[in-house]
């Protein structure tokens, strides 16, 4: 099961997601995304300090990248800055998702992205079995969710609401299920608005924490019934394809 996290906004939630989905579903988390404050940033380390680039060798070599790991955070392929500068097409990144997932089986693999349109980006919408897509409930965020929905047309698109406040107003969650209808798309699960998640420094997953308080109890069981979701519809694809 390979899924990319991708959104047409910045700052929707995509990196969180990625990282407790890979963490909660035991899977490697691949960083496509080249900026600062992603994934690799969030595992422990800098990307803009590597001089490696392993993710750009393997790309360039056609080779499995190694996978960095700790407990408590999920497997992961490191992105680096050099990512922003490399002309890999869209095509060459998703054949080799594709080969990674099939050498990491049976693990999942969970691919995070950068915002917007870009060649990795593409690749991974283009090797994914399941485009996973965080949706902030806001006026601007929907309207381009709707615009997105159009040009994702033709992939499996899951929409997950996402920083959801405890009273979300009726109209956007109207607004959400009619997007959702019209393009038949799955709204699985939802991630309420968790104020700590933005101060939190500490590495390790939500999902991994040993002995959460209540707080953190609560958004892990959010996370983990996402990943449920998740894997159940990748089910019921995969039965009605055979
Ligand atoms: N459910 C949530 N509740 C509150 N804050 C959240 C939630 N999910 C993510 N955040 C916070 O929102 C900010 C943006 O999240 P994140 O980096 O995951 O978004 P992103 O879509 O990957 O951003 P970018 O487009 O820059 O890559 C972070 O500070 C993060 O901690
Ligand atoms: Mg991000």
Known sequence: MLITVAASKGG???????????AA????????????GGATRMWGDNPLARRTAPLLDALERRATPRLRSRP???ALVP?????????????????????????????????DTHPGANEFTEGGLLAADLVIVPVVLAG??????ETM???LAAY??????????????????????????NSQVP??????????????????AVVAEPTPGVAVAKAAAEYRAVAKGVVALFKQFEEATV
């Open 187 to 204: 709204v699985v699960g939802m991630v309420s608005e968790h104020r700590w998640l933005r101060r939190r420094v500490r590495r390790r």
């Open 156 to 181: 499996r698109v899951v929409l997950v609401p996402n920083m959801v406040p405890a009273l979300p107003p009726a109209r956007l969650v109207e607004r959400l299920k009619t997007l959702a209808d």
């Open 140 to 145: 601007r965020e929907l309207d381009a969710l």
């Open 72 to 74: 408590g955070q999920p």
């Open 12 to 22: 929707v939630g995509k990196t969180t997601l990625a990282y407790e989905l890979a």
């Open 79 to 111: 992105s680096s800055p050099d990512l922003a500068a490399s002309r890999v097409p869209s095509d060459v990144v998703a054949d080799s998702l594709q080969d990674w997932a099939v050498a990491w089986a049976p693990r999942p693999v969970v691919v």
């Open 25 to 36: 579903l035991d899977a490697v988390l691949v960083d496509l995304d080249w900026d600062g």
């Open 149 to 151: 929905l159009d040009e």
